[in-house]
């Protein structure tokens, strides 16, 4: 059997390792735009800040290794045309410009999703760049050695940890963000305020309500920036306002949502029997609404193609879901979290209400101790966690684990804040932080219920 994978960053690769450990007499070809693979997104800041002296640290496989393992591996191709009913692909070899027709009894779509770049006047202006591929990478820090003051459109996760790497490399940054908090897809005010405070704590510009409305040149060669309230100068400008899927190879050929994703069932098979997707190309069963929904991270596409190969010849493993859970080290602080935000709650029609804990991680008589800060959000009706957002200098990364298992599994506040966690005064108190969170939501609902 043949077996084509049509892109291969994370959801690709992860489908190959598995035909090829699962089904090892398949014929596999890879068809992939650019030279290398496997880029984590998160080395563009990590390397501007000077974590990673080299962005071929932030790959994580090469060509070669499946290559080796008989993988027809085609970089530096693009896939011109997809034909579900022939079972055909068309290529276009992009170093020599030749065209290649290819025959597949199974097709992967591991396309993933492209910037979406906003409709903004002069948003083409070469000054204004990207940030997404590792070509991309190394061309923002080919860009900041001549540059100093850097504008960054976007107050997500991509658009903080990239001021936070430009800071440390000694730029001046601006941030700005269309509504009024920060990664507000992910956290709440209070939390969101945090980072604010942090950020600006280090010179970094925070700028919300702040929608940027047109690019220009000056005379002098910089670029213009202007909002609907404010007109500045920078030297460069970059854009960091989330993806959109890349489907349009199957469109008509498979079912699509209207963002353009491709719909999948729980074992990544497409409305078309030959066909999986995985990836930012797809969607996610959000596990706190029971909905599909639009989360491209990186955990999610390595899960999907996973899946996609494991399935690709006898559907044996579905999907469990998702919580979207996500964390960021920034300016050595932990900022980890599952679940849903209490807007987002709300917005989806729970009865939700959030509890709010701080308190050291460890005894007070311990040499050192640090805080940790806590939101939960939880329904009132079913008492059933929601939602998790921790920020601390301890690492609470695998904290926002936890809550993501609470919250796969159903549990309400009254059981997290009895359930059972390892005590040692060298890592929690004899009640783990996230059991007292729990107990606060508890306290607010006036007491635990009745379950006997």
Not at 55 to 66: K, R, S, V
Not at 245 to 250: A, K, N, T, W, Y
Not at 391 to 401: G, K
């Amino acid at each position: 059997m043949k077996v084509a994978i049509i892109g291969c960053t994370h959801a690709g690769i992860a489908a190959m390792k598995q035909i090829l450990k699962y089904y090892p007499g398949t014929e596999i070809t890879v068809y992939e735009r650019h030279v290398d693979i496997s880029y984590m997104s998160c080395g563009t800041y990590l390397h501007l800040g000077g974590t990673i002296k080299d962005l071929d640290q932030a790959l994580y496989a090469n060509p070669t290794e499946f290559s080796e393992q008989g993988v027809h591996m085609r970089m530096r191709y693009d896939v011109i045309k997809v034909d579900a009913d022939k079972h055909t692909i068309m290529a276009q070899d992009l170093q020599t410009k030749e065209m290649h027709t290819d025959h597949y009894d199974k097709l992967i779509m591991a396309t993933g999703s492209i910037t979406a770049i906003p409709a903004i006047p002069g948003v083409e202006n070469p000054k204004v760049m990207l940030c997404k591929t590792c070509e991309q990478a190394q061309q923002l820090y080919e860009a900041a050695k001549t540059a100093h003051h850097i504008a960054i459109v976007g107050g997500g996760y991509s658009g903080v940890e990239l001021a936070e790497g430009y800071v440390k490399s000694g730029h001046t940054v601006t941030l700005f963000q269309r509504g009024p908090h920060l990664v507000n897809e992910y956290l709440d005010p209070q939390l969101s305020q945090r980072i604010e405070d942090l950020l600006t704590t280090k010179g970094i510009t925070i700028k919300t309500n702040a929608q940027v409305t047109a690019f220009s040149d000056t005379a002098d060669n910089r670029l213009r920036v202007d909002t609907a309230d404010t007109t500045e100068t920078f030297d460069m400008a970059v854009i960091c306002t989330g993806v959109v899927p890349q489907s349009e190879l199957l469109a008509g050929q498979v079912n699509r949502t209207e963002r353009g994703t491709i719909v999948t069932d729980r074992y990544m098979g497409t409305s078309n029997a030959d066909i999986f997707a995985a990836g930012d190309v797809t969607e996610v069963k959000f596990n706190p609404t029971k909905d599909r929904a639009y989360i491209p991270l990186v955990s999610h596409a390595i899960r999907q193609g996973a899946l996609a190969g494991i399935n690709i010849f006898d559907k044996r493993l579905g999907s469990i879901g998702t919580q979207a859970t996500t964390g960021m080290l920034i300016f050595d602080q932990t900022v980890a979290c599952t679940g849903m935000t209490l807007a987002a709650a709300k917005a989806a029609n729970f009865e939700a209400k959030t509890a709010f804990y701080e308190g050291n991680y460890r005894p007070d008589f311990m040499p050192t101790t640090t805080k940790v800060s806590i939101e939960l959000v939880y329904d009132q009706q079913t008492r059933k966690v929601l939602g998790g957002q921790l920020m601390s200098a301890h690492e609470v990364s695998q904290s926002a684990n936890t809550l993501s298992v609470v919250i796969q599994n159903g549990n309400t506040i009254d059981e997290l804040a009895f359930m059972d966690m390892l005590f040692s005064p060298n890592f929690d108190e004899p009640f783990n932080y996230l059991n007292l969170a729990a107990q606060v939501a508890v306290d607010q609902e006036h007491g635990y219920r009745r379950n006997n």
